[in-house]
């Protein structure tokens, strides 16, 4: 897939976790979470580290893909990936908001580092 594809389907699955929490479907959630992180693996590995496309994704109409992207862009741009999660924290926009304030408090108490949730560079 290009890049190109690759920031569309990460941006689909959010938009189906978003309906999986909806629907109290955490079998499908977990099932999209694994491809959310195929993605964003295989665009970390991309020379050049392709993650930073993921950043358009901050605009997105969909909190949950909003979500996804600051989490999996913190590593290339902090500042703004923070940013991101403290406006989404901020929104009170459950379950999405919660999500976030718990990954800003993880990240503030050292217990998540950046990269931490993906597989080892190949």
């Known amino acids: 897939m290009t890049v190109k594809e690759l920031i569309e389907r990460f941006a689909e699955i959010g938009v189906a976790q ?5 629907d109290n479907e955490t079998a499908k959630f977990n099932k999209l979470y ?5 993605i964003e693996t295989e665009l ?6 392709q993650r930073h496309h ?3 994704l901050y ?3 969909n ?9 999996s862009t913190f590593a290339i741009d902090m500042t703004r990936a923070r940013a991101q999660l403290e406006a989404i924290a901020a929104s009170k926009q459950f379950p999405q908001a919660g999500d976030a304030g ?3 408090w993880a990240i503030d108490e050292g217990i998540s580092k950046p990269d931490s949730h993906l597989p ?3």
């Not at 694994?34 to 195929?38: G, H, L, S, V």
């Not at 909190?63 to 989490?71: C, D, H, I, S, T």
Request: net charge positive; no cysteine; charged share 30%.
């Open 59 to 61: 605009a997105h109409p």
């Open 44 to 49: 970390r590995d991309r020379p050049g580290d």
């Open 54 to 56: 993921l950043m358009a």
């Open 18 to 22: 978003d309906e999986a929490l909806l």
């Open 63 to 71: 909190m949950q893909v909003r979500l996804n992207a600051a989490n």
């Open 34 to 38: 694994r491809e959310k992180i195929a």
């Open 120 to 122: 080892p560079r190949k």
């Open 102 to 104: 718990m990954a800003l």
